[in-house]
């Protein structure tokens, strides 16, 4: 007998998700709860049942006339709420709806923001620059000489002779120098532009992390400190930097600086292109001409300076291998992160 009367439960919850009106539910009511319903049907079987099992049964029966009464109920207020609001008939608002679609930060923001709340918690402020420059803030201030084939590995896109825009963030160093006295310790994140050949590794516009600190005794011990920290923070406390000798017309001495592979930790994997070493970011102590182009006086202050590459922060820590898709505005792309 209780098989029949789940088997009956069951099949009235399935009847009532098909029922779309008002005279639907009136049919089904009468089905079940009529005089000649199937719960009158049963009533009329435990009249016949042994005496042992009725107690059981009346109890499974009533529970069923519960169930069926509540599922009526419930039904019949979803109905006439759909008729209140015009609602088409089979829509049920005492379903959960759609999640809403949450917007999130884009990858490239997210790494900007933690990478500047790293050097934050080490004294460094922020300060921001225009991507319209001069020739004179990119280039010339930055010992850069016209004509001089430094020039060759930045070219970018120009405005006319004077006016172009900008391809490193180093020239927010000699807007902030002009105006601040040292000492200097800031961050200068932004977008930056090279006339590069679009590929998965080159993009013409990208973003950058530029660093400079000045003040009376600056060392070179202090910018691989400061690094060495920065990369413990950003990549694990395992992370270990080297330096190898480079040039940038605007720090002398200049290196790059490559991070012990996260992933193999330094035996060499498809990450690290098999050296053990991923090349990290650019760096060195800023160049006494730098000093005399905004007004400092090298003999009395010195300072290092180091520009990070934030698309390859990302890129790296989240082995993405194409810098193309962070401007591809790819929802199944952006979502992953
Ligand atoms: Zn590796």
């Known amino acids: ?5 789940e088997h009956l439960a069951s099949r009235f919850r399935e009847e009532l998700a098909g029922v779309a ?13 009529g005089r000649k319903g199937a719960l009158a049907g049963l009533f009329q079987d435990l009249g016949k049942a042994a005496a042992a099992e009725r107690p059981a049964m009346g109890k499974a ?56 709340d790293i050097f934050r918690g080490m004294g460094f402020s922020v300060a921001e620059g225009p991507e319209v420059e001069t020739d004179y803030y990119n280039f010339q201030a930055l010992n850069f000489p016209a004509n001089h084939p430094s020039r060759d590995s930045q070219d970018t896109f120009y405005v006319d002779d004077e006016v172009l825009l900008r391809t490193h963030t180093s020239p927010v160093q000699v807007r902030y120098m002009e105006t601040h006295p040292a000492p200097v310790r800031i961050v200068a994140p932004g977008r930056v532009y090279r006339n590069e050949a679009v590929d998965a590794s ?19 011990g202090d910018l ?12 694990g406390p395992r992370a270990e930097l080297r330096f190898r000798p480079h040039f940038f017309p605007f720090t002398e001495p200049s290196a790059e600086a490559d991070v012990l592979c996260f992933n193999c930790g330094g035996e060499g994997c498809r990450i ?17 001409n ?11 202050v010195t300072g290092f300076a180091f520009g990070i590459g934030i698309e390859r922060m990302a890129m790296q ?21």
């Not at 516009?205 to 009376?216: I, N, R």
């Not at 005399?292 to 003999?299: F, I, L, M, N, Q």
């Not at 820590?317 to 992160?337: A, C, H, K, M, P």
């Open 1 to 5: 007998m209780q098989p029949e009367i």
């Open 21 to 33: 009106d008002e005279r639907a539910l009136e049919e089904l009511r009468i089905r079940y709860l």
């Open 61 to 116: 029966i009533h529970a069923l006339e519960q169930v069926v009464a509540e599922g009526l109920a419930a039904r019949k207020t979803a109905l006439s709420a759909c008729a209140e609001e015009r609602l088409p008939a089979g829509f049920d608002p005492s379903l959960p709806g759609r999640r809403p679609w949450r917007g999130r930060r884009h990858i490239l923001s997210a790494v900007l923001e933690e990478i500047i």
């Open 202 to 220: 080159h993009a013409a516009e990208f973003f950058q992390l530029e660093g400079l600190y000045v003040d009376a005794g600056v060392t070179i």
């Open 224 to 235: 691989k400190t400061t690094l060495r920290q920065f990369a413990r923070e950003f990549f």
């Open 272 to 288: 690290c292109g098999g050296t053990g070493w991923i090349e990290l970011l650019g760096a060195g102590m800023v160049h006494p």
């Open 290 to 300: 730098v000093f005399r182009a905004v007004g400092y006086d090298p003999e009395r």
């Open 317 to 337: 820590r989240y082995g993405i291998e194409d810098i193309r898709l962070f401007l591809e505005n790819d929802v199944r792309f952006l979502s992953q992160f």
